[in-house]
């Protein structure tokens, strides 16, 4: 079955801290890996899109990185900042063009 | 910055009553989708639609279920005789190309709430 597994359900992270997100998926044929940032009633926003060669894509600061092999992705995010407070939402696309959606971080920023 | 517009943000409507929710894509686009997203879950892939068909579906995206381009802009999903669990926020997003190779952009959402 094709699932997207991210943890933790929720972090709460000093204003300037760093903080690693993770996902687990078992999406195959895998095509590709995104990262994505909701607000609260807003659409998604993309931050990164990986492919299956891609290990580490860098967006400000924002890191992810992708190991195919075992199935993994992480979001490293450098010097955090109030405004970085929303849920963060792992997608994985299969190569039929076919999304499917974790249920999200939620990260909250405090100062 | 171009963006993907929906309307309205926010629609009530009564069990059994048909709704059509509107949006209008990126103008280059050639890929349109639609999500839903229940109160507290997560957002789920309904439909995505090229050249003026279906490309692919969801269980979830049975014949209550349509999606219609009108016109060179709109694209529209049309819920017939809506049920109390289809209230949720509905996303249309949209792609220069499809599978997956470029950015998906997503509209901010449509809220539908069924009483």
């Known amino acids: 079955k094709n699932q997207v597994e991210q943890s933790p359900q929720s972090l709460i992270i000093l204003e300037g801290k760093n903080c690693t997100l993770q996902?687990?998926?078992?999406?195959?044929?895998?095509?590709?890996l995104r990262w994505y940032k909701q607000d609260t009633g807003r659409g998604p926003v993309s931050l990164t899109i990986?492919?299956?060669?891609?290990n580490t894509k860098s967006n400000g600061r924002y890191t992810a990185t992708l190991d195919a092999d075992t199935k993994q992705s992480s979001l490293h995010i450098t010097a955090s900042q109030l405004s970085d407070s929303a849920s963060y939402i792992c997608?994985?696309?299969?190569?039929?063009?076919?999304?499917?959606f974790g249920t999200g971080t939620s990260l909250t920023v405090i100062p | 910055e171009p963006e993907v517009t929906q309307t309205p943000s926010h629609q009530v409507t009564q069990m059994g009553q048909e709704v059509i929710l509107r949006c209008v894509p990126i103008s280059n686009h050639l890929y349109f989708y639609w999500y839903r997203q229940i109160l507290g879950q997560k957002v789920e892939f309904l439909v995505s639609?090229?050249?003026?068909?279906?490309?692919?579906k969801s269980e979830i995206f049975d014949d209550q279920f349509s999606v219609e381009r009108p016109d060179g802009s709109n694209f529209t999903l049309k819920i017939r005789s809506t049920k109390l669990e289809d209230s949720a926020m509905y996303f249309c997003?949209?792609?220069?190309?499809?599978?997956?190779?470029?950015?998906?952009?997503f509209g901010q959402g449509t809220r539908l709430t069924v009483v």
């Open positions: 997003a949209s792609s220069e190309e499809g599978q997956g190779r470029t950015e998906a952009f």
């Open positions: 639609f090229y050249n003026n068909e279906i490309s692919e």
């Open positions: 990986m492919t299956f060669s891609e």
């Open positions: 996902c687990n998926y078992t999406v195959s044929p895998f095509s590709n």
């Open positions: 997608v994985v696309a299969n190569t039929g063009n076919q999304f499917y």
